[in-house]
């Protein structure tokens, strides 16, 4: 099947190549440490549409691509470097739900070497791949705190939880800490269990191997409109220990696009099958 | 795809990846013919697992009535009905294809995706039968009408199929017991277990936002003891103890006994080709068609080897001694009159006569000047 697979990719870059969009980041005057969908920003950028295919290398893959293109927009101010990605999708979806899934989209920069990336799939071992990762979840996240079962499903009524009581008051000693063993995932620290600060910075060095960054520094807000969603990630050009962009240099970009409201999630995602030129103008 | 063996449908069968076999297998043995379904064992798992946030619904045991209910909804219905018909003729390895078989090349089950309604009922049909029992009615052998007992607990897989599904590779099967579970530090929530597992035993919490599943109580099983579920049967219908595959099999090992020797516990679905780890002692009076549906082809030789125990004391013996200890059985021994269990070192652990002593007494108990009933 591997073998197949690969074939399948070989075949599908070299169609690829020949219509390959090359990005260019005009520099703007303008804060990009916010994300803002404001015109006047974006309004000196060329939008390039960038094709998307079903992931096509590690199962589960979606059956077919639900995502076709993305349009994308890219502006710097010597500091920051913002992309504005916009795909369409009928279907807004925010999961939070069992058997619920969120919209998201990602955009990746390779690492070590801005000239001769690693596997646009996300990388390899020893030649890792930065990821800035959004999700409509992660923006809830953000905007209205980490969501609680409540929230999720209000008509739910447990009795109780472990170690909630009403009268606290007899009981001394009682922390969240000791609370959370009930909650395994925040219990082990899994960042997935905790409050988003809306994006994700993923290192990845193939596929299953990424891990979250701690201090996020990026920021991103997506908009939906009835045919699809907005979502500006703007980034510093440089990050300390991950990808570092140059004014006046060339590099590569790569995106991915979830729908969540079509099962996607995870490795079932619309890929760019290879790097995209992004010029960062002087 | 790898090659791997799968005894319980007695030939090769394809998996991701290579056979490999732990050191030990943790296995359950039920005797669905005692099954009470009073649920204890789902309570004993929720007050020990599952009482947090987010796992409101879930109930890594659960005791559902067979054939109406099911936990998630209709999960064996609508994983049989994607993989659609199938033959496997008596006598002979299984004919159809097994769940990995059968998936698309994008896939790496065939599976359902339930949705959060689907979960909503854990004891939906419980004690429906399968027809009305109208009044002055009795029943006869097989009975007409019918229902049973199906408890249930992960399965651990000896091919995992939630194993199979995770692309970040974040559920692993242990060396030391054979007990499948999923790192809850590397967890992303992509649910991809809880789509493939065919028995619906993976769970996503919707408060951590990582996936969950029984974990076979490994904090006992490394202390010796058998799960919580196992623990607390009122029924005393379970047994916990290390499965060997056939050709490895012990006849003084309780697990391997039932499943290898006197072959009267049966895997679940084993046509899914998962080689599951939980073994049924089927219901005598259940209708056969459904049962080979279930437990496979030589489900009517089972039943037939239990309903002749009466003549086979060391069967008797070894059941028993289910539910009489804590701890986890490696060897049993049985003479004319009393069973024993022993751990790993060989030391016993519980004994048990094969018949209670029978006392009678008179009706009037002179001493107190009443009338005894028999009200225990
Ligand atoms: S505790 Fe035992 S008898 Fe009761 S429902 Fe569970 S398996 Fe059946
Ligand atoms: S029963 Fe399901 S969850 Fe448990 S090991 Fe098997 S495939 Fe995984
Ligand atoms: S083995 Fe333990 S974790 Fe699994 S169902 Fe039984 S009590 Fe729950």
Redesign the pocket.
């Known amino acids: 099947m591997k073998f197949l697979d690969r074939k399948l990719v070989i075949g599908l870059s070299v169609f690829y190549s020949l219509n390959v969009t090359a990005i260019v980041a005009p520099s703007v005057k303008g804060d990009l440490s916010k994300p803002s969908l404001d015109e006047t920003i974006w309004a000196t950028a060329k939008e390039e549409t960038v094709t998307l295919m079903a992931q096509p290398m590690a199962i589960p893959r979606p059956a077919e691509t639900a995502t076709a293109q993305v349009k994308v927009k890219a502006v710097h101010n010597d500091s920051w470097i913002a992309f504005r990605l916009s795909w369409e999708d009928k279907e807004k979806s925010e999961a939070g739900k069992l058997g619920e899934f969120s919209d998201a989209v990602a955009v990746q920069f390779p690492v070590k070497d801005n000239k001769s990336p690693p596997p646009v799939f996300m990388g390899m071992k020893d030649n890792p791949v930065h990821i800035f990762h959004w999700r409509a979840q992660y923006q809830i996240d953000k905007e209205k705190g980490k969501r609680e079962m409540k929230d999720i499903y209000p008509n739910m009524n447990p009795d109780m939880y472990p170690m909630e009581f009403k009268d606290e008051g007899h009981l001394t000693g009682l922390t969240d800490e000791k609370r959370e063993i009930f909650s395994h995932g925040r219990a082990a620290g899994n960042p997935q269990s905790y409050a988003k600060a809306g994006v994700d910075e993923i290192f990845a060095e193939g596929f299953g191997t990424s891990s979250v960054i701690k201090n996020v520094e990026a920021v991103a807000h997506g908009e939906w409109q009835k045919s699809g969603w907005t979502v500006v990630i703007s980034r510093p050009l440089v990050r300390e220990e991950g990808s570092h962009l140059k004014v006046g240099e060339d590099t590569f970009v790569g995106f991915a696009v979830w729908q969540g409201g079509k099962d996607e999630v995870g490795s079932r995602k619309s890929v760019t099958m290879q790097w995209t030129p992004l010029s960062i103008a002087k | 795809m790898a090659k791997v063996k799968n005894w319980q449908i007695n030939r090769e069968m394809e998996y991701p990846y290579e056979e490999h076999r732990p050191k030990k297998q943790w296995a359950i043995v039920f005797d669905l013919n005692k099954c009470i379904a009073c649920q204890t064992c789902s309570i ?2 929720k007050t ?2 599952t009482s947090g946030k987010g796992q409101e619904y879930m109930f ?2 659960n005791v559902e009535t067979k054939p109406y209910g099911s936990y998630p909804l209709a999960y064996d219905l609508r994983v049989l009905e994607q993989l659609g018909a199938q033959e496997w003729e008596k006598q002979k390895p299984y004919q159809g294809k097994t769940i990995f078989e059968a998936a698309p090349p994008n896939e790496r089950v065939v599976h359902f995706h339930p949705k959060d309604e689907d979960w909503m009922y854990p004891n939906i049909g419980e004690d429906d039968c399968t027809k009305n029992v109208p009044a002055g009615d009795h029943l006869e052998l097989p009975h007409d009408k019918w229902f049973f007992y199906l408890p249930r ?2 399965a651990h897989c000896t091919y995992p199929a939630c194993l199979s599904a995770c692309p970040r590779k974040a559920i692993y099967k242990r060396e030391e017991d054979g007990i499948v579970l999923i790192d809850q530090s590397r967890c992303k929530g992509y649910g991809e277990c809880v789509r493939a597992c065919p028995y619906k035993k993976s769970m996503y919490n919707p408060y951590t936002r990582v996936s969950e599943k ?4 490994y904090p006992a099983v490394e202390q010796g003891k058998q ?3 196992v623990q607390n049967c009122i029924g005393k219908i379970r047994v916990m103890g290390f499965i060997n595959p056939p050709w490895k099999a012990r006849e003084d090992n309780p697990i391997d006994y039932l499943v290898h020797k006197k072959q009267i516990a049966l895997p679940y679905y084993p046509q899914l080709g998962l080689e599951p780890n939980i073994y049924y002692v089927p219901p005598i009076h259940a209708d056969r068609k459904y049962l080979r549906q279930m437990f496979g082809p030589h489900v009517d030789d089972a039943i037939e080897r239990y309903k002749k125990l009466k003549e086979d004391t060391k069967t008797q013996g070894l059941l028993v001694l289910m539910g009489g200890t804590d701890k986890i059985m490696h060897s049993f021994k049985v003479n004319d009159r009393t069973a024993f269990g022993y751990d790993e070192k060989g030391e016993e652990v519980v004994s048990s006569p094969l018949v209670e002593p029978l006392i009678e007494r008179p009706a009037f108990d002179t001493k107190v000047g009443a009338i005894r009933n028999n009200t225990p």
């Open positions: 004993a798992c020990t697992w890594w045991n607990t992960c029984c974990v076979g109580c799960p919580m579920c």
